[in-house]
């Protein structure tokens, strides 16, 4: 797939600071296996090297890979070196308005603070073009780019969240897929659950996963990829990604969930991906935007795809 570089935004090392609450369900495990679990962006060696450093504490206390954890604890964090994966340098206002804010999100570039992001992330970044108190009423994967709704005031927030949780909002993404689809149209009802970490996975069984609906309707078919129109009737995490993986046509580019169907990768996500969201639509509050893919079936994305040099 082609693609020209973009201007990117680069932070400067920092140290950072962070502290985690041990919850009831993560009572009993070893602090060494906890992190891993928790932060499975690191390794076990790569975290027993941090514990040794003296850069975790438990309850104000230099902790150590073996010392159980109980409900209550405090384990911080310190990262005395922080260096931010680079993110697009630019975000693009759709719609200013006074109770709300519509946006056109770059990716790779998560929405909030979070893992390795926190001073490259839209809020932030928003917060530096003097946006601040932003709402976060709807999400997209760091690795999505499109549509993205920001409210101004609380009460804007309320409604547009209670509108999602009755199903009162229309999303409509468009995706390039592997390989080439014999159905036109199909809908997946397929749960979907945590696996571990930011990986999730479709499930058999639906009282261990939550409810995930989707409806997918091909556009236009190539040899090998095929242009997909994306609805989501619910709204889980990964949702899209992974019931695309279900029906064996994943996102062509997904580091995630694009190889072997029935089990997920840990690949680093750090470009874009060929899933885009261009369409949200509020019947309720009177509200319709839309917006053009930036990438075509014939070469994947485009000239304009946000590669970070």
């Given amino acids: 797939m082609t693609g020209s570089s973009v201007p990117i935004h680069i932070v400067a090392p920092y ?21 891993v679990k ?31 954890l109980h409900p209550g604890d405090n384990v911080t964090l310190t990262n005395p070196h922080v260096v931010e994966p680079a993110v ?19 990716a790779p570039m998560p929405v909030h603070p979070g893992g390795r992001y926190n001073k490259n992330s839209l809020i932030r970044l928003l917060e530096e073009q003097g946006y601040s108190s932003l709402k976060i009423v709807h999400r997209l994967d760091a690795v ?24 009162n909002i229309k999303k409509k993404y468009i995706a390039i897929v592997r ?8 809908e997946i009802n397929q749960p979907i659950r945590r696996k571990s970490g930011h990986v999730f996975e479709w499930h058999h069984d639906h009282i261990a ?36 993986q279900f029906w064996g046509h994943p996102v062509i580019d997904d580091p995630l969930y694009s190889r072997d169907f029935t089990e997920p990768y840990h690949a680093p996500q750090r470009s874009a991906i060929s899933l885009r969201h261009v369409r949200l639509s509020i ?19 485009s000239e304009t795809k946000p590669t970070l040099t």
Avoid: M
Wanted: glycine share 6%.
């Fill in 88 to 106: 697009p340098d630019k975000i693009k206002i759709v719609d200013d308005q006074p109770e709300y804010l519509i946006v056109d999100k770059p």
């Fill in 179 to 186: 390989g080439v689809p014999a159905d036109d149209e199909v």
């Fill in 209 to 244: 996963g939550k409810q995930a609906i989707s409806r997918f309707r091909v556009i236009r078919r190539l040899h090998d990829r095929t242009l997909v129109s994306c609805t989501p009737v619910t709204g889980r995490t990964h949702q899209l990604r992974l019931h695309l």
């Fill in 38 to 68: 928790r932060f499975p962006f690191r390794d076990h060696s790569q975290w027993d090297e941090r514990i040794a450093a003296g850069l975790i504490q438990v309850n104000g206390s230099t902790g150590h890979n073996k010392q159980p």
């Fill in 283 to 301: 019947p309720d509050l009177g509200l319709d935007y839309q917006l053009n893919p930036y990438f075509t079936i014939e070469s994947g994305l």
């Fill in 15 to 35: 140290t950072s600071r962070h502290t985690v609450r041990i919850s009831d369900k993560e009572s009993g495990y070893l602090l060494l296996e906890w992190l």
């Fill in 144 to 167: 999505t780019s499109g549509i993205l709704l920001l409210a101004k005031t609380p009460d804007f927030a309320h409604r547009v969240t209670y509108l999602f949780s009755q199903g």
